[in-house]
């Protein structure tokens, strides 16, 4: 089984700051598989970002996504009052899915 | 608009079977493009996936969770069940049901997520 392991596990920062959050993998990963969830408090996640950098559907550009093989990025580039969450990378590999532990972007 | 809706009892026993069930609207549950898969989420913790199942019947399980869960589909019904065999406390959690594309293997579409208490 492929472990995710995202850091840093708290993130505080200011609106309109760069926020920089990292998914590492056990085991390579294809970047085909690797996605990246939103979720704020009492909701169901959301996808962000599919295939290691394609954003998904209604998701703002200030949203990217990159890396390859063990390593992964989310980067948002000027975050917005909205942005402030817990996120989420997740893989798959070998018939199975597993998701990193989080990264909760709070407001300093 | 497709939309996805868990539902089953919110307190089960332990040493129980969980049982829940998603119900599609808005798709079928028949598309060659898509898999349909149970997540839970433990109180202050993160994601777990617990199971995914293809229209056709293949199912694929959290090793973790394989002696336990079983997923099922019945399409005439554009539904999909998960049962949880032998509950602790420990499988307490919000389960969720969500679509999972097939080619990138994401999880694009998500229920709402209902809360499952185990307790006696």
């Known amino acids: ?108 | 608009q497709l939309q996805l809706q868990e539902s089953g009892p919110g307190l089960v026993k332990p040493s129980e079977t969980l049982s829940l069930t998603c119900t599609v609207s808005g798709d079928s549950i028949s598309s060659t493009s898509y898999y349909w898969g149970w997540i839970r989420q433990p109180p202050g913790k993160g994601l777990e996936w617990i199971a995914t199942i293809y229209y056709s019947g293949t199912t694929y399980y959290n090793p973790s969770l394989k002696s336990r869960a079983s997923i099922s589909v019945d399409t005439s019904k554009n539904q999909f069940s998960l049962k949880l065999r032998s509950v602790t406390a420990a499988d307490t959690a919000v389960y969720y049901c969500a679509r999972n594309y097939y080619f990138y293997n994401y999880m694009d579409v998500w229920g709402k997520g209902t809360t499952v208490t185990v307790s006696s």
């Open chain 1, 1 to 108: 089984e492929i472990v995710l392991t995202q850091s840093p596990g708290t993130l505080s920062l200011s609106p309109g700051e760069r926020a920089t959050l990292s998914c590492r993998a056990s085991q390579s990963v294809s970047s085909s598989y690797l996605a990246w969830y939103q979720q704020k408090p009492g909701q169901a996640p959301r996808l962000l970002i599919y295939g290691a950098s394609s954003r998904a559907t209604g998701i703002p550009d200030r949203f990217s996504g990159s890396g390859s093989g063990t390593d992964f990025t989310l980067i948002i580039s000027r975050l917005e009052p909205e942005d402030f969450a817990v996120y989420y990378c997740q893989q798959y590999s070998s018939s199975a899915w597993t998701f990193g532990q989080g990264t909760k972007v709070e407001i300093k």
